[in-house]
């Protein structure tokens, strides 16, 4: 049940809403708008405000008469019935605001604004004498639209007027069929200046409807997502307490795998010997018919993830150290996180059965991290326990308990579920499956509902014991099927009311990730440097440069970050020797980079991947040629007008010295073709240590034009006799590309 709304009790009143939040706000109630919700206790302090005032209620009644009564006066006129409908919004002022509001508005002066209205009146009828004298055709079209709204007005609408989240004061008289001035003067009622075109909100526009005695109803906004998952808070009172959720951390080795094992097998034994527990994630222990959720997914990585996605599972951390080792680093960081994320920890010292066991070291280890144990006047609980021996287990558990019922933990059960993924995949069989822990609500079988951004009707849910569930409670951690697609750990559920909801919001969610994903993933290019500049989506340019030595790295480095201007700053985020790498295009398609090649090339899996990534991969052999290129690039003024295009490659697999042609490379052609009239360049080790012209290309003894992959054949180079075995020849051409 909603609280009641500010509007409502100033309907029960009698009174304007702006009256009662002047009133409220007299008596230190804070609300805002007429929309607000009020506490039981503040409407009770609200009606005694109004029952006190009754009197000077009474006699502003009074007042408002005489008012009247003066006004009639004013006109000569001694009859109500003669008080003809005021056609002037300011005339019908006079006819419906109390004296207060008279000289508020008064006071006021006319303030720009309501001029505004007055005259747009004014404008209004004079155009409408204008266009009856003198254009019959405009006249015509405006006698019409008066016959409408008349026609409109005499049939106020029975059934419920549907409206979106804004509706403009025009097309609300058009819906309602109320005039403009009826509405304005509604609006000025409620403190409201409004014009012909402002923009009403939903609640505004209920409340005027709501004077007006017409019904209106939300119209679903397909951008109202909030209004679709109709995520009400819960009323104290409705509020039953729930399990606590529990995650265990630890450093390395220290026993959160075999403290969650004895754990559920204590619990196993006890209750349903021979169960097959499955691993879904999270599970519910019995303690005595007190439940505890764990989350089965140990290390602060859970929560921790969790909570960047704003999402809060976790109630208590079960910090598990070894009474041998002591507080390590990873125990360390766990606390740090589990404080980050506001949740309290419980100290399982384990390993108490080891020889060196030294649970008072641990404790002392533990203070100097500003975790001061309970038996030490803290209020930190460390209990002792050996994960292998089960000793300890139940009092751990009680301590669980006894913290959680200290916390209070309550969920509302009677509500449509909301939960949060705690793990997901792909099950051959059975299509995507969830983890979900039920955070408030219950859900049921064949429910409906949004996680991230896909959605899905529950089909089966089951808890870790494969038993099949009807329902699911706060607390409870349970298996489900049934979704569009597999949803991301830490993504929230939330039950709606139909498919057809479900699917709006999922699609629209997945739209708006479409949209970011596509503004994110659109990867820079020195080609469109320029226009991703003056469009303001690159502030930065990241490089990545790779060289065949150090030096160069260095040197290509600092000459291009120098190029940086006040538009675009140029960053070399990673340098390195040798060839450009599957690696280095991932970092690059990870951050937004160029890969600036010096000397170097990339291998051919980097290729394929900068391909697929969109990388934009620039290969050099002068540190001059990089330097234009981006100046160029980042004035617009880049001219791609070639681009290079590899036809082959050889591997020289055997070296031969002829005194007429120096040396003649052996070779072996691995892929494409080896033109004898195109560029080639020789690379060693990933390094282009030539780059120049064939001068001889033979298979056998005959001089050839080309040679396919597969086969064999002597290669000389012009000036160049430097060639080795294992080289790889590669053979090239540049390729004119039409300009954009
Ligand atoms: N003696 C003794 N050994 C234990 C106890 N608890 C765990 N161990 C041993 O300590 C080792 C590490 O235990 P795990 O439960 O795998 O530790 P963990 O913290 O889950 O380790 P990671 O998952 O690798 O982080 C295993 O060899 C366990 O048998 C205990 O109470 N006593």
Redesign the pocket.
């Known amino acids: 049940m909603s609280k009641k709304r500010l509007y409502e009790l100033a309907k029960e009143l009698g009174v304007s809403s702006k009256e009662l939040i002047n009133k409220a706000k007299e008596a230190n109630i804070n609300i805002n708008n007429h929309m607000s919700n009020i506490e039981s206790h503040e409407e009770k302090a609200i009606r005694d405000l109004f029952t006190n005032n009754e009197k000077r209620a009474e006699n502003k009644t009074e007042n408002k008469e005489k008012v009247n009564i003066d006004y009639r006066r004013r006109n000569n006129q001694n009859s109500t019935e003669s008080l003809k409908p005021k056609e002037s919004v300011r005339d019908a002022i006079k006819d419906v605001i109390n004296e207060d509001f008279e000289s508020e508005f008064r006071s006021k002066k006319l303030t720009k604004k309501n001029k505004k209205i007055v005259s747009n009146k004014k404008n209004e009828d004079n155009a409408k004498k204008t266009y009856n004298k003198n254009d019959k055709k405009k006249g015509k079209q405006i006698n019409v639209q008066v016959n409408k709204d008349e026609n409109i007005q005499a049939n106020v609408p029975k059934k419920p007027i549907k409206i979106g989240s804004t509706i403009t004061v025009k097309d609300f008289s058009e819906k309602t069929g109320k005039t403009v001035a009826e509405i304005i003067k509604k609006l000025l009622l409620l403190g409201v200046v409004a014009t012909i075109n402002q923009e009403l909100d939903f609640d505004t526009a209920a409340l005027i409807a709501d004077e007006f005695g017409i019904k209106i109803e939300r119209a679903i906004d397909k951008d109202d997502e909030e209004l679709l998952l109709n995520d009400v808070e819960d009323k104290e009172e409705d509020l039953k307490p729930r399990p606590p959720v529990v995650t265990i951390m630890?450093h390395?080795?220290?026993?959160?795998?075999?403290l969650l094992d004895a754990i559920r097998q204590t619990n196993v034994i006890a209750t349903e010997a021979g169960g097959i527990t499955q691993h879904i994630g999270a599970y519910m222990v019995n303690v005595e018919g007190r439940k505890i959720a764990f989350l089965d997914t140990?290390g602060h990585e859970a929560f921790t993830a969790m909570r960047a996605r704003g999402a809060k599972v976790t109630d208590i951390a079960v910090l598990?150290v070894a009474a041998d080792d002591g507080v390590m680093p990873q125990t360390i960081e766990a606390i740090n996180h589990a404080k980050a994320a506001n949740v309290t920890i419980i100290v399982a010292i384990?390993?108490i059965?080891?020889a060196g066991a030294n649970p008072d070291r641990v404790k002392q280890e533990l203070t100097e991290h500003g975790l001061l144990p309970e038996d030490w006047g803290g209020d930190t609980i460390c209990v002792p326990v050996?994960?292998?021996?089960k000793i300890g287990i139940e009092n751990l558990l009680e301590m669980i308990l006894l913290v959680a019922e200290m916390q209070e933990l309550k969920a509302n059960p009677n509500r449509k579920a909301k939960g949060t993924v705690i793990e997901a995949k792909l099950d051959k069989n059975r299509g995507p499956v969830a983890t979900v822990l039920i955070q408030n609500g219950t859900l049921n079988a064949g429910d409906f509902f949004v996680v991230g951004n896909t959605h899905g009707k529950v089909r089966t849910m089951t808890d870790e014991k494969g038993k099949n569930l009807k329902k699911a409670g706060p607390s409870t951690p349970v298996e489900i099927t049934g979704l569009a697609e597999v949803p991301d750990a830490g993504d929230i559920l939330i039950v709606v009311d139909d498919e057809k909801v479900a699917k709006q919001i999922s699609d629209k969610r997945k739209e708006k990730y479409r949209q970011e994903h596509l503004q994110s993933g659109q990867k820079i290019s020195l080609d469109d440097l320029f226009s991703q500049i003056q469009s303001g989506k690159v502030k930065e340019l990241n490089l990545i440069v790779k060289a065949d030595v150090q030096g160069s790295v260095e040197a290509v480095k600092q000459s291009l970050e120098k190029l940086s201007n006040d538009e675009v700053k140029i960053k070399a985020i990673h340098g390195g020797v040798g060839a450009i790498t599957e690696t280095d295009v991932t970092f690059a398609s990870a951050s937004n980079a160029i890969i600036i090649g010096f000397n170097v090339r990339p291998q051919a899996s980097a290729m394929t991947l900068a391909e697929k990534e969109k990388v934009d991969i620039r290969l050099y052999r002068v540190i001059y040629d990089a330097i234009e290129d981006i100046q160029s690039a980042m004035k617009g003024m880049l001219e791609p007008e070639y681009k290079e295009v590899v036809l082959g490659h050889a591997e020289v697999r055997a070296i031969f010295k002829a005194s007429s042609i120096g040396t003649i490379a052996g070779s072996y052609v691995t892929d494409g073709k080896v033109n004898r009239n195109n560029d080639v360049r020789v690379i060693r080790d990933g390094v282009v240590i030539y780059e120049g012209k064939i001068s001889s290309l033979k298979r056998f003894k005959d001089d050839v034009k080309e040679v396919n992959t597969g086969f064999e054949c002597g290669i000389s180079l012009e000036k160049f006799n430097d060639i080795k075995e294992g080289d790889i020849i590669e053979c090239f051409t540049m390729e004119a590309i039409p300009r954009k």
């Not at 050996?386 to 021996?389: C, G, M, N």
Request: glycine fraction near 12%; aromatic fraction near 0%; proline fraction near 6%.
């Open positions: 630890g390395v080795d220290h026993g959160k795998t075999s140990p598990v384990n390993k059965d080891k050996s994960a292998k021996k």
